[in-house]
């Protein structure tokens, strides 16, 4: 069974920095692509970002340039660094395959407030 654990967020100012973390048991985590999504209260879950197994990356626009998606296998850990947060980043943020293939996660909460 696939488990999924991130971690890392917090309240932060805006124009600050978060590191988010996600390590991924279970699975074979090298051979699969990954995606970091956030939700905030009455919207869908969506991507923002995307890791594929050659570790090409790829962004929603409104994270384009502020976030950076890594992964290492070794540690079967996928992060999303994120700078120059704005309260629009206000979400709670999960990790899951591209394909949203496994079970969610707890997700972890960010909130961007002065």
């Known amino acids: 069974q696939v488990q999924l654990v991130e971690s890392g967020g917090g309240l932060v100012q805006p124009g600050g920095s978060l590191r988010l973390s996600c390590t991924a048991s279970?699975?074979?985590?090298?051979?699969?692509?990954w995606a970091w999504f956030r939700q905030v209260p009455g919207k869908r879950r969506m991507i923002i970002a995307g890791?594929?197994?050659?570790?090409?990356?790829n962004y929603e626009d409104s994270v384009k340039g502020r976030f950076t998606i890594s992964r290492d296998n070794g540690k079967n850990t996928v992060y999303l660094q994120m700078n120059s947060l704005t309260p629009e980043d206000t979400a709670v943020y999960y990790c899951?395959?591209?394909?949203?293939?496994?079970?969610w996660g707890q997700g972890t909460q960010v909130t961007v407030a002065s």
């Open positions: 279970g699975t074979r985590f090298r051979v699969n692509d």
């Open positions: 899951n395959s591209q394909r949203a293939t496994y079970t």
């Open positions: 890791i594929l197994i050659s570790g090409s990356t």
